[in-house]
């Protein structure tokens, strides 16, 4: 379309890069707000066609709603017409640049016409207003419910949807849960557009909402209590959109912890790893735990991406995507938290800030992935010095079926390996015990170049399968002494009763033999 001459008295409106991005002209019009015409600057498609080309998932909100506006114009309540002329827009330059680059572009047109600038951010329309350009600011208050908020109720955990596929959502609780399908239909790409296109208008609107990280092929949200994930093509071979959403807030007391446990958080607890598989709960025990030490009158913070934890306003929660580790490492330090929650720890860079944070004396809440509780450790292997890792991980909290399931404690001693019976072989090894029976379970240590973790409960197990053998050897050879090893039963004995037992040890040897044990005798001096 080609810019005609203004009528006179006719409205002129000049929509920016965020009014298009919100889906804010096409809304005004329908409510009847705005009529007349409106002249979307051309830069603002050249821009929209870069982010696109990049993968950015407001590019596709942002010409879904010119798609809109042209069938406005087509239906004749407003006139659509493209002006001005395309802008040199570097790829290279960062975004923000950019998109400051084509709304100054927008003011401009708007002065030279008389037009009035539409406008959902709060920057542009004040230095409009300093610039003396009649604008309108697009921000609607309050919450209107969206497509995808339809699908849920209270017991929804999440919700997949996915073009050529039907809508199913996760019901129920963390461990219990079941697949349910919410329509007999399959839904259209262009059905998972329009969902994808609101959630990212509503995010860009809202204060509560984030967009965590817009990438080629693959957009997340925070939308509320809503964690979004919107991926497609060339990522996907379709669009996909998964939602989930917290089934309940819970305070620690509603997990019913033991005493002992309640006064180890309390008391000595500062290097807290919570570990679980996907979907069992460790975010909301970590958003429990957050909210009771600032009940306990601790300074809280957290560092998550996406921020999807609901916490009290006192709490700050940082993005690590929004940051780089250096900065995120320099602010908690100076602003000095009792407690730092980092939710889904997953990098190299993560495992390091967590561990300078400890060391300097920060207390630590982690959340990591994780299949049993020793695995959690395991993640640090390699990451840290060995020597270290008790000194940054003292309790390990693991969540299974969103409870309690198991709760680990690290100490560091110098002793022999369970399992070797050279006292030369003795070591540094940390012990990994049951925090509530005290029971060994784990020993960590170097054996030669290797590091390695024994499971000490297993090893003991596999050692007592001879414990059988071993009182029948006893009974048969009374005045040796017998013992119980790995591998199978040692006889000590002098070189007398050798010679007097010497038929007996050969088919003690056989019944050995035939239990798959074996026999090893030792000379008394």
């Not at 066609?49 to 004749?76: D, I, N, W, Y």
């Not at 690290?410 to 509530?436: A, H, N, Q």
């Not at 029971?439 to 409960?457: A, C, D, H, S, W």
Request: charged share 30%; net charge neutral.
């Amino acid at each position: 379309m080609v810019w005609t001459l203004r009528i006179a008295g006719e409205s002129v409106y000049v929509p920016d890069y965020a009014a298009i991005i919100e889906g804010a002209v096409g809304r005004l019009v329908e409510e009847g707000a705005i009529a007349g015409r409106i002249a979307v600057h051309r830069a603002i498609v050249q821009l929209l066609e870069l982010f696109a080309l990049r993968g950015r998932g407001v590019a596709f909100a942002g010409l879904r709603e010119l798609r809109r506006l042209s069938e406005l114009h087509k239906e004749g309540k407003i006139t659509v017409e493209y002006v001005g002329e395309r802008l040199r827009l570097r790829g290279d330059e960062a975004e923000d640049a950019l998109i400051s680059e084509v709304n100054s572009a927008v003011r401009e047109l708007a002065m030279s016409i008389g037009g009035a600038v539409v406008t959902g951010d709060p920057v542009i329309f004040d230095i409009c207003r300093a610039l003396g350009i009649p604008a309108i600011f697009t921000r609607r208050e309050g919450e209107r419910t969206l497509i995808l908020e339809r699908f849920f109720d209270e017991e929804t955990m999440s919700v997949h949807l996915k073009e050529g596929s039907y809508p199913v959502a996760k019901k129920g609780r963390p461990g219990e849960w079941r697949y349910v399908r919410l329509s007999s239909e399959r839904l259209t790409r262009e059905f998972i557009e329009r969902v994808a296109s609101e959630i990212i208008e509503e995010a860009k609107r809202r204060s509560d909402a984030f967009i965590e990280i817009d990438r080629l092929g693959s957009t997340i949200v925070q939308l509320g209590q809503y964690r979004i994930v919107i991926v497609r093509p060339p990522l996907s071979d379709g669009w996909e959109i998964t939602a989930v959403k917290p089934v309940k807030k819970l305070r620690l007391e509603d997990y019913n912890l033991p005493p002992e446990l309640i006064k180890r958080l309390n008391e000595r607890a500062e290097g807290i790893l919570i570990a679980g598989a996907p979907g069992m709960g460790k975010t909301t025990f970590a958003q429990a735990l957050a909210d009771y030490y600032l009940r306990m009158g601790k300074i809280v913070k957290t560092v998550e991406s996406p921020r999807d934890m609901i916490l009290p306003d006192e709490i700050t929660q940082y993005s690590k995507h929004y940051s780089s580790i250096g900065e995120l490492h320099d602010i908690l330090l100076l602003s000095r938290p009792d407690y730092t929650v980092f939710d889904e720890m997953r990098t190299d860079e993560d495992f390091k800030l967590y561990a300078d944070l400890r060391l300097a004396g920060i207390g630590m809440i982690g959340v990591v992935h994780a299949t049993s509780p020793i695995d959690a450790i395991q993640r640090f292997i390699g990451r840290v010095e060995l020597g270290m890792i008790p000194s940054i991980v003292d309790t390990v909290i693991f969540i299974k079926n969103g409870r309690v399931d198991k709760v680990y404690e690290l100490r560091m001693t110098v002793k022999l390996p369970t399992g070797l019976k050279e006292v030369e072989l003795s070591r540094p090894v940390i012990e990994v015990r049951d925090f509530l029976t005290g029971e060994l379970e784990y020993e960590i240590y170097t054996f030669g170049e290797q590091t390695v973790v024994v499971p000490v409960k297993k090893l003991k197990a596999i050692t007592s399968r001879w414990q059988e053998l071993v009182d029948r050897v006893k009974e048969a050879l009374p005045e040796a002494s017998v013992r119980e090893s790995q591998d199978g039963v040692v006889v000590e004995l002098s070189k007398e009763l050798l010679k007097r037992y010497r038929r007996k040890l050969s088919r003690i040897r056989k019944l050995c033999e035939k239990e798959g044990a074996q026999l090893r005798v030792v000379l008394k001096e």
